[in-house]
């Protein structure tokens, strides 16, 4: 509205802006600087074997480090970060940091994780996407069994045919595919009939009070027999107390993430967790 008034007299302070705009304004400025500067970076929180309680890989979660602000969550940003599209830019150099971090721990010589990168639906509608999933694994030489992409349930259900086409092709390069904050979304069930996906991510929202209301707890469990029933796997995310492992163990859940294990952590930190050969324990 205030470019309007006259050319390139941009005014910032109009008075029909509130203090919520200017602070997106704000905040949009320098996001846009920092996607050219990569003040990013990635942190990794494990993901853990309910079976064996070791660790089979992480999900990369980007930070972003601001020089004034500090640590500024993705909660905050991503969010504008879609709107803007610059998650498009800013998804492209978390996919390649993040397989490049984890073909150099293959070299390490750490047992083969799975490094699973979060997709927004702006990302996974590019034109280019799969070729882009082909370039970096080129590039990186990440095998690509050991990429997994996590697209959110409640996107995940526009435009059906295009997406169908789009996962079938990334299958074909041999990625995996989950389902992340699941239950979250307003989409039937059916179509995970249609898209073969490999995990199912049970939203904390529902991890939460699965101890402590049993509706969650009904929720939880006929989540984690559907899995099973459907050959996929099931991944309940936000585990923090014993109460709430116990439970998701005896449901027969595949796999967990949590503050119970590890918060995301830094790359060094995270390998100091490798070298500790931690083990989940469930009492
Ligand atoms: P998400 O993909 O569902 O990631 C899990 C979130 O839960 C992370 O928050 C993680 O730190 C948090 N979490 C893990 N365990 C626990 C726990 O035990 N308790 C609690 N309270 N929280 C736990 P984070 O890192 O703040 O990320 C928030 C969201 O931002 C992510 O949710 C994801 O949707 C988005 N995001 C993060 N990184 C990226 C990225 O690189 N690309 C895209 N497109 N989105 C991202
Ligand atoms: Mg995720
Ligand atoms: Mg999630
Ligand atoms: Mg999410």
Known sequence: ???????????????????RSLHRL???????????????????????????GKIFGMESLVRWKHPEWGMVSPGEFIPLAEET?????LGSWVLKEACKQTYAWSLMGY???????????????QPNFVQLIEDTLRETKLHPSQLCLEITETVAMKN?????????NLKKIGVQISIDDFGTGYSSLSYLKKFR??????????????????????????LIAMSRK??????????????????????????????????????????????????????
Do not use: W
Request: charged share 25%; aromatic share 8%; hydrophobic share 35%.
């Open 26 to 52: 704000n905040l949009e400025i320098h996001l846009r600087k920092a996607v050219e500067k990569e003040e990013f970076h990635v942190y990794y929180q494990p993901l853990v074997d309910l079976g064996t």
């Open 85 to 89: 599209g610059l998650i498009v830019p």
């Open 111 to 125: 047992p083969r994780l799975c490094v699973s990168v979060n997709i927004s639906m702006n990302q996974f509608h």
């Open 160 to 168: 059906v045919s295009y997406i169908m086409e789009t996962m079938e």
């Open 230 to 283: 459907l050959k996929i796997k099931s991944l309940a995310e936000g585990v923090e107390t014993p109460e709430q492992l116990r439970f998701l163990k005896d449901q027969g859940c595949d796999e967990i993430q949590g503050y119970i294990f590890s918060t995301p952590l830094a790359p060094d930190q995270f390998e100091e967790l490798m070298k500790k050969n931690k083990l989940l324990q469930v009492h």
């Open 197 to 222: 996906v490999h995990t199912l991510k049970i939203d904390q929202s529902f991890i939460r009070d699965i101890t402590v209301d049993e509706d969650s707890a009904a929720i939880v469990t006929a």
């Open 1 to 19: 509205r205030a470019k309007e008034k006259g050319g390139n007299n941009f005014q910032l302070y109009h008075p029909e802006m509130n203090k």
